[in-house]
Nanobody
Framework: VRLVASGGDSVQPGGALTLTCTAS????????VGWFRQTPGKEREGISC????????YYRDSVKGRFTTSRGNGKNTVSLHLNSLKPEDTAMYFC???????????????????WGQGTQVTVAS
């Protein structure tokens, strides 16, 4: 069982990236999927949620209108598209499967049973 976030990079303000969450050993399609980010010394915060049946997405206000999440073409992938990046978006980004659509929509991590490898996004001039 493995969960890996990839696609992080260093970009200039205003730039764009696409992060990919890839699962192996279990079906990511069976879960709602949240994206989280964390900077040193701060708590991890949820920033987006894609419902289990992909009919709803939720975004924290700080990323609303700039980030979008969707299921990938591959069965076990979820993407997070980051646009109009700001220096304050600099963080380690993680994806996580949620048992509960409700908790996912509230950006809670209380139902997340597994965390995988994160990917670093750095936004700087």
């Amino acid at each position: 069982v493995r969960l890996v976030a990839s696609g992080g990079d260093s970009v200039q303000p205003g730039g764009a990236l696409t992060l990919t969450c890839t699962a192996s050993g279990f079906a990511l399609d069976d879960y709602a999927v949240g994206w989280f980010r964390q900077t040193p010394g701060k708590e991890r915060e949820g920033i987006s949620c894609l419902s289990e049946n992909s009919d709803a997405t939720y975004y924290r206000d700080s990323v609303k209108g700039r980030f979008t999440t969707s299921r990938g073409n591959g069965k076990n992938t979820v993407s997070l598209h980051l646009n109009s990046l700001k220096p304050e978006d600099t963080a380690m980004y993680f994806c996580a499967p949620h048992i509960s659509d409700y908790l996912c929509s509230k950006f809670s991590d209380s139902d997340v049973g597994r965390w995988g490898q994160g990917t670093q996004v750095t936004v700087a001039s």
